[in-house]
């Protein structure tokens, strides 16, 4: 554990990330990794179940961001109108307190805490903790992605598609699609961990040779959708080239870190949404 403290906050980043790396943290000691203990010993979270949960990690959490930047919030409980309203013209912090609940609460490992920082539009930062994993993504807009302090390095990925490993999601998928991936796969095998944040990190360390989603909220992709970037993944849309441009509130995605394996993937899925 030392050593990931050591190394959490890289070189060069902003006294910012520093920061919001500290308090995500602090968060997942004080209010995930007990409660997580508590499961695999067999034993109840003390009522603090589904939403109940998330809303006490989200208020610790909220609680010391805004301590680093003092602005509102960006998540499901604002109307539409308000969202909206910060997304376009605001400072927010857009955070997921536990990703995934349902793997947290059987005591799969695959779970993660995130937090972003938006401007304008614009994601400025991001920070994935995945603390049963003990592993710490980063990034800043500019400054590249980071795991547990070192620039994030793909894997030895697959150079065909065939051969590729894929982390598809089959949730708001087109049937057409759904139909061709169950039957007649492009790729080797797939995963699906159902924790979007993880997904992307993934993506972007090569543990996923290609991504696909059919759609996520603001608050599940932001900080994974930035590191990932920041890492030099391709992406786009299901539906267009230019993933900035996609439904910023249901936003899917088709990804790899490998560009011939980009658009290679790409290519088949578009294919077969005509099917």
């Given amino acids: 554990m030392e050593k990931h403290l050591k190394t959490a906050a890289p070189l060069g ?9 500290a308090a995500v943290r602090l968060t997942a000691a004080e209010e995930i990794s007990p409660r997580y203990t508590r499961i695999l010993q067999q034993r109840h979270v003390n009522g603090d179940e589904g939403e109940d949960l998330v809303a006490v990690i989200e208020a610790a959490l909220v609680r010391k961001l805004q301590a680093i930047v003092n602005v509102p919030v960006l998540d499901a409980a604002l109307s539409p109108a308000e969202q909206h309203a910060l997304w376009q ?14 793997n947290f609460l059987r005591g799969l490992p695959h779970f993660s805490v995130s937090a972003a920082l938006l401007r304008e539009g614009k994601i400025v930062l991001g920070v994935v903790y995945a603390p049963a994993e003990e592993e710490m993504y980063v990034a800043e807009v500019g400054k590249g992605g980071f795991r547990n302090g070192q620039r994030i390095a793909a894997r030895n990925m697959a150079t065909r598609l065939d051969e590729a490993l894929a982390g598809v999601d089959l949730r708001r998928l087109n049937t057409g699609l759904i139909a061709r991936l169950s039957v007649q796969p492009p790729y080797l095998t797939q995963r699906n961990f159902g924790a979007y944040a993880l997904d992307w990190c993934y993506a972007a360390t090569g543990r996923y040779d290609v991504y696909l989603h059919g759609g996520q ?30 439904n910023v509130w249901q936003r899917s995605v088709i990804a790899s870190r490998d560009l011939c394996l980009f658009e290679d993937w790409r290519t088949w899925v578009r294919a077969s949404l005509s099917r």
């Fill in 89 to 102: 013209t605001g400072e927010a912090w857009c955070v997921n307190p536990l990703d995934s609940v349902p």
């Fill in 13 to 21: 980043m902003s006294a910012v990330l520093k920061a919001v790396i």
């Fill in 217 to 246: 909220q603001l608050w599940e992709y932001v900080a994974g959708a930035l590191i990932f970037q920041e890492a030099g993944g391709f992406l786009s849309c299901i539906d267009q080239d230019d993933f900035e441009q996609g």
